[in-house]
């Protein structure tokens, strides 16, 4: 079995057929995994070089601008946003988003609303490969990728999440927002969701959440609900679930019952639209949304990777990959 560089996260197309990842040296790169064994990887991807002077993805986990989770839980991606019906992809860096052509590894477009000083933070293509919706300087931007032209642009600060909904027709942004004097060490998150392209609001809804930092939010396998790790009245982790459609408050589900301490994040599993895995510093449970309940705990798996060493012996770079989950 070959070995296979990468640096910060990977994804997986539907098919598991093919594998997305950041080499520290080549750039982004598209490999294929064989079909008759999984752990058998062949390095004969196509290779997706960044722009010169691109350099500042960032590398740690918790501060990735560009971590999200596609329709119907499809995809984790990591720098790399991928339609489904075209053979398209999207990355972000600070100062701009750039267009690939997942077929030929050719950089189609590199966009960004303001030419100078932008700091884009987030990048989404629809599954259908029409439309891109990015975060950019406190904006909100809707881009028609044919006439790669805005079509749509709000001001929302603090965006730290984008999350599709209905096929691409609709999506959902999450920002934060922090009071000046945080003596409670607690913070707002905003949920506003919008029609695509016309950038319509279709609701607005809001949770609590610790100050310290941000927790991403799932949609649920049915698309149903829109389920977000938060405190509740007395500061304790809960899980805020909302109506997908309507934006309405279902529920506060408090996580202490299930026995896991300092919940670090959480997974919407394909199988079961009403459970999710609720994942700690030292165990993961399952959550079910709609009795409320705990059903059990489950077998997690974490793969860090050692930090990689200058020539003075410091350690420079730390990457771990997030949770996968085996369902028993």
């Known amino acids: 079995m070959q070995s296979l560089r990468c640096r910060g996260a990977l994804a997986l197309n539907k098919k598991w057929t093919k594998i997305y990842i950041i080499d520290p040296d080549r750039g982004y ?10 752990k058998d990887l062949r390095l004969e991807g196509i290779l997706l070089k960044l722009p010169h002077s691109i350099h500042n993805i960032s590398t740690k986990l918790t501060q990735s601008n560009s971590f999200i989770i596609s329709n119907n839980n499809t995809f984790a991606v990591a720098g790399v946003s991928l339609a489904k019906d075209k053979q398209l992809a999207v990355t972000v860096t600070r100062s701009c988003w750039g267009l690939w052509d997942t077929s030929t590894g050719r950089l189609l477009a590199q966009l960004a609303d303001a030419p100078l000083g932008a700091i884009v933070t987030h990048a989404v293509i629809t599954p259908a490969g029409d439309s891109v919706i ?18 749509f642009k709000e001001e929302q600060k603090g965006v730290k999440q984008v999350l599709l909904l209905e096929d691409g027709t609709k999506f959902i942004t999450i920002s934060m927002q922090v009071p000046i004097d945080n003596n409670d060490n607690l913070a707002v998150a905003i949920i506003v969701a919008r029609t695509i392209p016309d950038g319509e609001k279709i609701y607005t809804a809001d949770y609590e959440l610790r100050g310290t930092g941000y927790r991403a939010a799932v949609v649920s396998a049915d ?26 408050r279902l529920h506060r589900i408090p996580v202490k019952n299930s026995g896991i301490k300092d919940m670090q994040s959480i997974v919407a599993l394909p199988h079961k639209p009403h459970w999710v895995a609720v994942v700690g510093n030292d165990k993961a449970g399952i959550l079910d949304i709609k009795t409320k309940r705990h059903v059990r705990f489950v077998n997690s798996l974490f793969i860090s990777i050692p930090p990689k060493r200058d020539k003075e012996c410091k350690p420079t770079i730390k990457i771990e990959i997030t949770e996968y989950f085996y369902i028993m």
Do not use: M
């Open 134 to 151: 990015t975060a950019e300087s406190g904006n909100v931007v809707i881009w028609d990728i044919a006439e790669k032209q805005i079509v």
């Open 29 to 38: 790169q598209e490999d294929k995994i064989d079909e008759v064994s999984e």
């Open 223 to 248: 698309e149903h609900h829109v389920e977000a790790p938060g405190v509740d009245k007395s500061s304790r982790d809960c899980l805020h679930v909302f109506h997908a459609r309507t934006g309405a």
